[in-house]
């Protein structure tokens, strides 16, 4: 059994089993799924994040794999991934509590607890109107640079993320958003991965996902480029010259991507 409690659920629990307690915890639920359960409760008026893992069962691990996805099987990969991140500089959530019990991949209780990060808004939902008021020029390229830092960071640190999208960028909100004074936050780390390196498929496969993500917000090529730039930290003529076949991919994905979208329109 793996337990660990950091205020104020280590005081809030003393003398309780841990994984009955955190069952008990009632809060808003955002999703409610067999193996998962995702909600946000309130301790002494401050917020949290709670996600518990029930074991999802054999089948349903067989069926991911028979179709190439990595099944989620506990907390424990969220866990990994952010203390990753904090110690190479990424912000990303705090988690507060921590716990595992039980062998069996197939039937394993695990939950974690993360602070709530508030205010904020993603970037989603901060750029959605950029297409219609594009922002400041300076804004917009002090956020290109974090995302790629952000980004750059995480992957050289060994955690590829597998939701590698733009709504997973926080931007906090408690003070007016500059480009000289912004803060940005990288949260939803239940499916990411921890190895030593980032392997390129996985490496190229939170690219893709990052770039899609942000096909309807306006940006042109020079904020591309600058993204680029910043991530590979790497001289530009060199960046374009190794990564030629990725950069390719992506552009010729992105085509596919719009044709579908004005074919179907909203049905996709």
């Known amino acids: 059994m793996k337990l660990i409690l950091a205020e104020p659920f280590k005081t809030l629990w003393a003398g309780r089993d841990p994984f009955d307690a955190v069952e008990q915890l009632q809060g808003q639920v955002y999703r409610e799924l067999e193996g998962r359960r995702t909600l946000r409760t309130e301790v002494n008026g401050k917020g949290y994040f709670v996600k518990i893992h029930r074991g999802i069962g054999w089948g349903e691990i067989f069926k991911n794999l028979s179709t190439a996805k990595l099944p989620v099987l506990g907390a424990g990969q969220e866990w990994r991934a952010i203390q990753r991140l904090h110690e190479v500089g990424v912000p990303t959530m705090t988690a507060v509590a921590y716990g595992e019990r039980g062998s069996n991949p197939a039937a ?3 939950f974690i607890v993360t ?4 205010p904020t808004i993603s970037l989603e939902d ?3 109107d950029w297409l219609a008021n594009p922002p400041e020029p300076r804004l917009k390229r002090a956020l290109i ?4 830092r952000m980004t750059g960071t995480m992957h050289r640190a060994g955690v590829n993320h597998r939701d590698c999208y733009i709504c997973h ?4 909100t ?11 936050s990288l949260i939803d780390l239940h499916r990411a991965q921890v190895r030593e390196s980032t392997p390129r498929r996985w490496r190229d496969k939170d690219l893709a996902g990052l770039y899609f993500s942000a096909l309807g917000i306006g940006l042109t090529e020079r904020d591309k480029l600058r993204f680029i730039r910043v991530y590979f930290q790497k001289p530009l003529r060199e960046i374009l010259r190794g990564e030629a076949r990725l950069l390719a991919e992506l ?3 992105a085509r596919r991507l719009l044709a579908r979208k004005e074919r179907y329109g909203d049905a996709l």
Do not use: I
Not at 115 to 118: H, Q, Y
Not at 169 to 172: D, K, T
């Open 108 to 110: 394993q209780h695990s």
């Open 251 to 253: 552009q010729h994905k």
């Open 126 to 128: 901060f750029s959605a």
């Open 174 to 184: 408690a003070m007016p958003v500059t480009a000289k004074d912004l803060r940005l």
């Open 169 to 172: 960028f926080l931007l906090h």
């Open 115 to 118: 602070e709530e990060l508030a």
């Open 145 to 148: 640079a974090e995302v790629a």
